[in-house]
């Protein structure tokens, strides 16, 4: 099962990701994305939206998948929730699912700002429990 913590980072934010495969890992940086900008008591989704993403390589499969996010508040929709419904390194493609909030109804409950997912220092790092990467986020 994948999972994330904040990490301290020095002007951003960040956040260690893991899970046993890609799918994990994706959908634990979704999720710890969404944690990040809001607090628990937002609101639920009233729609969703999946969204195929296809990259050079699984790094960049991340940070794409994450910039989605990011576009929903663009769009005037909080990520409330997150799924990876499948993903594979080679080709490095993606399925994914995100439940949305109206930011007017999401608004109070979102804390923090994050402007962009950036590629700093960011390695997926395949290990006997699976695979975990950094990722830093510009606030």
């Known amino acids: 099962m994948g999972g994330y913590e904040e990490i301290e980072h020095a002007a951003d934010y960040a956040l260690r990701v ?47 998948a994450l910039r989605e996010l990011l576009y929903c508040l663009d769009a005037g929709w909080a990520p409330v929730d997150f799924q990876v419904l499948e993903a594979k390194d080679t080709p490095a493609t993606a399925k994914c699912r995100v439940g949305l909030a109206p930011l007017d109804k999401a608004q109070k409950h979102l804390h923090r700002q994050v402007k962009a997912v950036t590629y700093h220092d960011l390695r997926i790092q395949r290990g006997p429990e699976g695979l975990s990467a950094v990722v830093t986020f510009d606030t």
Not at 25 to 43: F, K, N, T, Y
């Open 18 to 64: 893991w899970g046993a495969d890609l799918r994990e890992m994706i959908e634990a940086a979704g999720h710890g994305l969404v944690d990040l900008i809001s607090d628990p008591e937002r609101p639920p989704a009233e729609r969703w939206e999946e969204y195929d993403i296809r990259a050079e390589d699984a790094a960049a499969l991340l940070v794409r």
